[in-house]
């Protein structure tokens, strides 16, 4: 049963994203494994009422979408040449209502994000540092590969982020004009840039569902193959100072907003946020510049352009928490004011219409959506929050309706809509999996230390049990357990017999901001406390057994893990601990993350994990991926030289550690490759089963 547990969950198609237009059109991003099994690839649904038509099909998968109102559809994605092999870079593609898949541009090192506005395509491209367009791109591009050259100079922080390396290209904003028939300008371009392509399934009439720059990706037969011809030309614009870190774009694609990341004075790291002019020549203008306390981030633009969501964030510092909201910007006189002063949870707005807001956020281990017009002290509750057990998030408007992902613990992610008046929630056609594992969910309730009421979610095997428990300290630290996942699902350990809990300890989003004042400037303190007064009541409980248990997490919660091992003995018979903080000093001065290191330097001296190496006694299975830039594996390596050095856990009759190193050399903070994922199971339900039940595991035969 548990193998078919992880199988199901992790063959199950996957709802990975939605893109909507203002006038109604919905698409799904999907993902599923490949025709091998041991990869993903993504395809483009539209959801059409009651119905899904297909838009791709084929082995490449889609990477940025952008949708138009006139049913263009507008992507990216890679060839797959005769050797089944994707291309290096992706290439843009535009789907039309009828007809085939067209390739619209190619470029080395392909195209980021995309958006459509107004007669224009804007995206996001990597571009060499020393190149004014994409010209001269191509030739210094070219002959730093001829070259076979890998070094990158930096001049600023951070070099890398989560699982790459940055440099030595920057990115940078670029618009194209869209032509007024772009079937037209496709038919006169070269042959190299059209390729074959099935019909397209967006007016039903193909069967099979659709055309794709997987299935249009025959291979690059152009004469020429360092200058291929382009259907769309895209012009560099003028960006500030800084590294560009995010993007919106107004309705009439005239103008931008822009984070870029920049280090001056003794800061560093931090993003400022720019108004860009995208078709004339006024100079990047700055709107917000960051503070050690403040920051400021891109959010959409108002209907008619004269006014801009921002995010203003205060900065965790040594004495100050993070603290997140949203205000209005006048885009004229550069005011702002901000919005909901009241509603005590971190919310994501964007526009219904030019009065009114909607945003989604967590709320008590769920989600809520909100409403209220952008005046308002406060809005009101329209869908979700306490009494249901979902949560909301990639909201969107489309023909007057809030399109969103829903999902909850139990339940995998699918699209509904959101009627703005009377708050109804209505699921859509669902191009993803609805997965059905085993087990029940229920809630824990304590109290803690300090008063403060806590809860937790509880899956449960079937049967009256005892079973035996696992706890699962959540990541973040901003963060909390309210949404499905395939990364750290409990269904795989519940259909193991395995109890799982979920906690929202200190620091844990959807509670107000005093929930994460009570733990934000001491990690391991009262975030701690928390978990176990949540533990404790849950070992309380007749179908749980107090004496089978172990603890688990990954990233914040890794650190939990190992904090954990170091000050309860044996309390647990075995820990797991992923992508986790073991030495917070040392990670202070390797991660991507340029706030961490002056936010700890006050808690280094009091909450290092390292500092109780000595004093653990239960077994720990460490996981690492070597590609982890904003947890390095540096981390990894020092908790597993330390667990032989100074640890107090016994060794076996052979005289050998009771500790294991799950170790992926291809894998970020996240273990995202299909196999990797199955093993990621297994090993740490071999680690449970050993040390919690007493069982003999048989390691896979592809760990070798």
């Given at each position: 049963m548990t193998s078919e547990s992880i199988e199901t969950l992790l063959d199950a198609t996957r709802l990975a994203a939605l893109e909507t237009t203002e006038g109604g059109r919905i698409l799904a991003k999907i993902s599923s494994p490949d025709a091998k099994g041991t990869a993903y690839r993504s395809a483009l649904v539209e959801i059409d009422g009651e119905h899904l038509l297909p838009l791709t099909r084929g082995s490449a998968s889609v990477g940025a979408v952008a949708a138009a109102e006139d049913g263009t559809t507008f992507f990216t994605a890679q060839r797959v040449g005769e050797d089944g092999e994707e291309a290096e870079d992706a290439q843009l593609w535009a789907l039309p209502v009828r007809g085939e898949a067209r390739e619209l541009a190619s470029r080395p090192g392909g195209f980021g994000g995309l958006t459509v506005a107004g007669r224009h395509l804007v995206t996001e491209l990597e571009v060499h540092s020393q190149a004014s367009d994409e010209a001269e791109h191509r030739e210094l591009s070219t002959k730093r590969k001829d070259a076979k050259v890998t070094a990158a100079l930096h001049a600023g922080f951070p070099t890398r982020y989560w699982d790459h390396d940055l440099g030595p290209t920057r990115p940078v904003l670029?618009?194209?004009?869209?032509?007024?028939?772009?079937?037209?300008?496709?038919?006169?371009?070269?042959?190299?840039?059209?390729?074959?392509?099935?019909?397209?399934?967006?007016?039903?009439?193909?069967s099979d569902g659709g055309a794709t720059g997987a299935s249009a990706g025959a291979p690059h037969t152009d004469a020429d193959e360092d200058a291929p011809t382009q259907v769309l030309h895209f012009r560099h614009l003028?960006?500030?100072?800084?590294?560009?870190?995010?993007?919106?774009?107004?309705?009439?694609?005239?103008?931008?907003?822009?984070?870029?990341?920049?280090?001056?004075?003794?800061?560093?790291?931090?993003?400022?946020?720019?108004?860009?002019?995208?078709?004339?020549?006024?100079?990047?203008?700055?709107?917000?510049?960051?503070?050690?306390?403040?920051?400021?981030?891109?959010?959409?633009?108002?209907?008619?352009?004269d006014r801009a969501l921002i995010g203003r964030h205060h900065s965790w510092t040594e004495s100050q928490s993070l603290a997140a909201g949203a205000e209005v910007l006048d885009l004229a006189t550069g005011e702002s004011r901000p919005v909901w002063p009241e509603l005590d949870h971190w919310f994501e707005p964007i526009w219904l219409d030019e009065s009114t807001l909607v945003a989604t956020s967590d709320d008590q281990g769920r989600g809520a959506v909100w409403i209220g017009g952008v005046d308002d002290p406060a809005p009101r509750r329209l869908a979700g929050g306490p009494g249901q057990e979902l949560t909301f998030s990639s909201a969107s408007v489309a023909g007057g309706a809030i399109i969103a992902s829903a999902s909850g613990i139990a339940v995998a992610p699918y699209p509904v809509r959101i009627?703005?008046?009377?708050?109804?929630?209505?699921?859509?056609?669902?191009?993803?999996?609805?997965?059905?594992?085993?087990?029940?969910?229920?809630?824990?309730?304590?109290?803690?230390?300090?008063?403060?009421?806590?809860?937790?979610?509880?899956?449960?095997?079937?049967?009256?049990?005892?079973?035996?428990?696992?706890?699962?300290?959540?990541?973040?630290?901003?963060?909390?357990?309210?949404?499905?996942?395939?990364?750290?699902?409990?269904?795989?350990?519940?259909?193991?017999?395995?109890?799982?809990?979920?906690?929202?300890?200190?620091?844990?989003?959807?509670?107000?901001?005093?929930?994460?004042?009570?733990?934000?400037?001491?990690?391991?303190?009262?975030?701690?406390?928390?978990?176990?007064?949540l533990t404790d009541v849950t070992v309380g409980r007749a179908d749980i057994d107090a004496e089978r248990t172990a603890f688990a997490g990954g990233s914040y919660g890794g650190y939990m893990a190992n904090w954990v091992a170091g000050r309860t003995g044996d309390r647990f018979r075995c820990i797991v601990t992923h992508a986790s903080l073991w030495d917070t000093?040392?990670?202070?001065?390797?991660?991507?993350?340029?706030?961490?290191?002056?936010?700890?330097?006050?808690?280094?001296?009091?909450?290092?994990?390292?500092?109780?190496?000595?004093?653990?006694?239960?077994?720990?299975?460490?996981?690492?991926?070597?590609?982890?830039?904003?947890?390095?594996?540096?981390?990894?390596?020092?908790?597993?030289?330390?667990?032989?050095?100074?640890?107090?856990?016994p060794r076996d009759?052979?005289?050998?550690?009771?500790?294991?190193?799950?170790?992926?050399?291809?894998?970020?903070?996240?273990?995202?490759?299909?196999?990797?994922?199955?093993?990621?199971?297994?090993?740490?339900?071999?680690?449970?089963?050993?040390?919690?039940?007493?069982?003999?595991?048989?390691?896979?035969?592809?760990?070798?």
């Open positions: 670029a618009i194209a004009a869209l032509p007024d028939d772009l079937a037209s300008a496709e038919r006169t371009a070269a042959p190299g840039a059209q390729r074959d392509g099935a019909r397209t399934g967006a007016t039903g009439a193909d003028a960006m500030p100072d800084g590294r560009l870190e995010s993007w919106s774009v107004d309705r009439e694609g005239t103008r931008a907003l822009v984070g870029m990341v920049d280090s001056r004075d003794d800061l560093v790291g931090v993003p400022d946020l720019y108004l860009l002019d995208l078709v004339g020549e006024q100079p990047p203008r700055l709107l917000r510049e960051a503070t050690a306390e403040l920051e400021y981030g891109p959010g959409e633009f108002s209907p008619s352009g009627d703005p008046a009377t708050g109804t929630v209505a699921a859509l056609a669902n191009p993803a999996d609805a997965v059905t594992l085993p087990g029940t969910l229920t809630e824990v309730t304590a109290t803690a230390e300090d008063g403060t009421a806590l809860r937790a979610w509880l899956r449960l095997p079937e049967g009256v049990g005892p079973h035996p428990l696992v706890v699962f300290a959540h990541g973040g630290p901003w963060g909390s357990w309210n949404a499905w996942t395939y990364r750290w699902n409990p269904g795989p350990f519940v259909a193991a017999g395995f109890a799982v809990l979920l906690p929202d300890p200190a620091i844990s989003t959807g509670y107000g901001q005093a929930m994460i004042d009570r733990g934000q400037h001491q990690l391991g303190g009262t975030p701690f406390t928390d978990i176990m007064a000093e040392s990670m202070g001065h390797t991660t991507d993350n340029a706030g961490w290191e002056r936010s700890m330097r006050g808690q280094n001296a009091h909450y290092n994990p390292k500092d109780f190496a000595g004093e653990i006694v239960a077994p720990m299975l460490v996981i690492h991926g070597d590609k982890d830039y904003r947890v390095p594996i540096a981390q990894g390596h020092a908790l597993w030289y330390d667990l032989h050095e100074f640890s107090a856990t009759a052979a005289g050998r550690t009771q500790h294991r190193y799950l170790y992926f050399p291809d894998e970020g903070h996240w273990i995202q490759g299909r196999g990797n994922a199955q093993v990621w199971y297994e090993t740490f339900l071999g680690f449970l089963d050993t040390h919690v039940r007493g069982q003999v595991w048989e390691r896979p035969v592809v760990l070798g």
